[in-house]
């Protein structure tokens, strides 16, 4: 079946090491997204990608980077993660079609990563 | 600024019992698209629904029904002759038309906790 893959499931990492989550879809699907979901929250969104182009949203910290090699992979970088980082993150797939501005298409998510910060 | 609000953080019911989550949302576009997922225990996000802004007709899909009206702003979802496995929590979206982004930004609304009880 097509989907989202999100590896690990759960990460443990320490205090300020550097931490890699990754995703890869076999959906074929160029916007990818990563959003941070803490406990009883909304899922908030990081950035995402149109094909290789990078959309940053303003308040995002920082200390977050993102990295996509090629359509189906998509990587999250922390390089310094604090405390305040422990949360669920998302990867989420989306298809915008040529003719349209922006893609209305339903965002198919992974299962997500939960980071935990020692 | 778009916003989406879900005024039921939680809901508790017994088995069989028809449940309404309540969404209302702000936005200025003239053209969007509302959605609603579904987020088990296990973390992902399913996708449930998504309507656009022309269509008000209401919608069922099995024991799941949604009620758009576009004079008070609200797509409202039913969930008839609730189970167990209905337990988790909804989120109602709005998608966010970014000029600079091609993706979908979602706005999505503090979701509502629905527990359903043998």
């Known amino acids: 079946d097509a989907m989202v893959i999100q590896n690990p499931r759960y990460q443990v990492t320490q205090f300020g090491k550097p931490v890699t989550l990754s995703c890869s879809q076999t959906l074929n699907h160029n916007v990818m997204y990563w959003y941070q979901q803490k406990s009883s929250q909304a899922p908030k969104l990081l950035f995402h990608y149109y094909d290789k182009d990078f959309n940053n949203e303003a308040d995002t910290p920082d200390n977050f980077q993102s990295r996509r090699p090629n359509t189906s992979f998509c990587f999250l970088d922390i390089r310094s993660p604090g405390l305040g980082d422990a949360a669920m993150y998302l990867c989420?797939?989306?298809?915008?079609?040529?003719?349209?501005?922006?893609?209305?298409?339903?965002?198919?998510f992974g299962d997500g990563t939960r980071l935990s910060i020692l | 600024a778009q916003k989406v609000t879900q005024a039921q953080t939680e809901i508790s019911v017994v088995e069989k019992e028809d449940v309404t989550l309540d969404c209302v949302y702000e936005t200025r576009d003239t053209t969007y698209y509302l959605f609603w997922y579904k987020q088990p225990p296990s973390g992902e996000l399913v996708f449930l629904i998504r309507?656009?802004?022309?269509?008000?007709q209401n919608e069922i899909s099995g024991r799941y029904s949604w009620n758009f009206q576009k004079s008070t702003s609200s797509f409202n979802f039913t969930i008839t002759a609730s189970q167990v496995v209905d337990s988790a929590v909804y989120f109602c979206a709005l998608s966010e038309r970014s000029f600079k982004a091609a993706g979908n930004k979602l706005t999505f609304g503090g979701g509502t906790r629905v527990l359903v009880k043998p």
């Open positions: 309507r656009n802004s022309f269509d008000e």
């Open positions: 989420a797939t989306s298809i915008r079609d040529p003719g349209q501005f922006y893609s209305n298409q339903p965002q198919h």
